[in-house]
């Protein structure tokens, strides 16, 4: 076990050949458990530490690679440095939303009424795909790009207009029907 | 007969034709969301998921597509992500759309408007 880890105080000097050390890491900045650096990684409650320390935004990045992951120091540890642990790990993915996204919250949800008018005017064979994508689009693009607020007005909008494209594809298919029958079964 | 009377009223418009191509490209796991990346990527442009809808509705009406419904996954709340497919019969139509651009974008033409 490395006992830089363990002490809660990493430097150049204790991380010797196993790590390279980009700032120090005072005790109880971290909240990681210690890690067996021979095992190369495998600890799984060690890599969902890193994987909750990024959710909550202690670090702001943890890149992983065949010779080792660099964890980016987050503003709870004042930013701006790193660790670079040599050695293989396994992947570490940083699935969270960037910190500094206007608006970003943990407990953002799209909007009730968004949801509503898709269960309302929405074919019922279609309203699962609908919920799905706008739900996918609210999460992964507005709420980062724009904020929770305008987020969730977006979603309405586009449940609005998505309803719309509905409606139109089946009025167009009775127009078209209209038309040729209308005109004597030639269009 | 010209290309133009095959095609006929199952011709394909620019967007019908930039969602036909996405979804190509991404050989079965093309859905709305990934559309709309895909057309961003490429072009620029940013669309709206009722205007994806409202496409591939009539692609599929015309045959150029099929789709199937995926799994429930937990990012999407549960939801499941409605798949497409290209036909082979959208194929041609890409095919048949490009040979008549070709044709008039001929070098005469192209000539005299550069």
Known sequence: MNPGVRRGRLTAATAGSNGDVGRTVNPG???LPPMDWNTGGTDASW?????????RGSLTAAMAGS???????GPEQGGGGFISIVGAVPTVTNNAPSQGSPGYSDTSAPPFIGELI??????LNRQDELHGDLLEMFNRRWVPTYGVRVAQLIHVAQALQSIVAFRITALLALIDWLMRHCSGGTG | MTLG?????HGLGEFERHVLLAIGHQGGQAYAVSIIDEIHRRTGKRVSLGAVYATVDRLAKKGFVSSELGEPTPERGGKRKRFYRIEARGERALSQTRE???????PA??????
């Not at chain 1, 010779?67 to 120091?73: A, T």
């Not at chain 2, 009377?5 to 009223?9: A, D, E, K, S, T």
């Not at chain 2, 033409?109 to 550069?114: D, K, M, R, S």
């Open chain 1, 29 to 31: 900045e971290m909240s």
């Open chain 1, 47 to 55: 890599m969902a530490a890193v994987q909750e320390s990024v959710r």
């Open chain 1, 67 to 73: 010779n080792g992951i660099n964890i980016f120091l």
């Open chain 1, 118 to 123: 898709v269960d309302l005017f929405v074919p």
């Open chain 2, 5 to 9: 009377v095959v095609l006929g009223r």
């Open chain 2, 100 to 106: 008549l651009d070709q044709q008039m974008w001929a």
């Open chain 2, 109 to 114: 033409i192209v000539g005299a408007l550069i």
